[in-house]
């Protein structure tokens, strides 16, 4: 790897880099044979992955390495083929390299929208504009799917926001709860886009859900003290 390479991940992930406690180079490089090329390009592609390789036994480290061979590429490939991509494009090979997972992982993780009452021509669309979605486990999509469902808020909501499957689950819960508050007390508009409550920023939010009512800063502390004791 590259010089400009290894700062960038030294900058971007110093906090990781300096709590975990990782295998010397000539250790890791042994582990991975003559693999080191295909090493490279994970740390690239995403720095946190340097982790959980670093932490995994030999054989699931191998097998996560496999999973980027020229197999995986194919069925990722022909996964973006049908979402739309063109092939040998520009856009397919960004593409390539910000999905992750195998084709048949992706897929199923495409599916869980689809499921959900979205067309397939939809769920593409907005996969082009959060591809980050996919990049997250089955398990976790379909679970912010039934969060938005119990929230009281329609699947067609996704199309405007896709983004909103990018959030964690905390963030989504603490907002709505304190937006619920504030709508039974007669504080906030009965019908705001999941936009306007998830996408500000905290201090933001702070300002327009919480400071708003008297009782409001005492109420978001109690959710916050019940979200982290959970």
Request: aromatic share 8%; charged share 25%; glycine share 4%.
């Amino acid at each position: 790897m590259g010089v400009e390479g290894i700062a960038n991940i030294i900058s971007t992930q110093m906090e990781l880099l300096c709590s975990a406690a990782l295998k010397g180079p000539v250790t890791l490089r042994r582990q991975f044979k003559d693999k080191k090329d295909s090493l490279c390009q994970i740390l690239m592609e995403n720095p946190l992955e340097l982790f959980h390789l670093d932490s995994k036994s030999e054989v699931e480290s191998s097998k996560m390495l496999s999973s980027q061979g020229p197999t995986n590429k194919l069925e990722k490939t022909a996964f973006l083929l049908r979402l739309g991509y063109v092939e040998n494009s520009d856009e397919m090979a960004r593409a390539l390299k910000m999905f992750r997972g195998r084709g048949d992982q992706l897929q199923e993780r495409f599916d869980c929208p689809v499921q959900a009452g979205l067309d397939c021509n939809v769920v593409s669309s907005f996969i082009k504009q959060a591809p980050m979605v996919l990049n997250q486990t089955k398990d976790v999509i379909e679970k912010k799917i039934d969060c938005l469902t119990n929230l009281g808020c329609s699947v067609n909501s996704l199309v405007a926001f896709p983004s909103y499957l990018c959030y964690d689950m905390e963030r989504i819960n603490l907002r709505f709860r304190m937006y619920t508050w504030l709508k039974e007390k007669g504080a906030a508009k009965p019908k705001l886009s999941l936009s306007t409550i998830l996408a500000c920023s905290d201090a933001r939010f702070i300002k327009y859900f919480v400071d708003v009512h008297p009782e409001g800063p005492a109420m978001w502390e109690s959710l916050r003290n019940t979200s982290a004791s959970s």
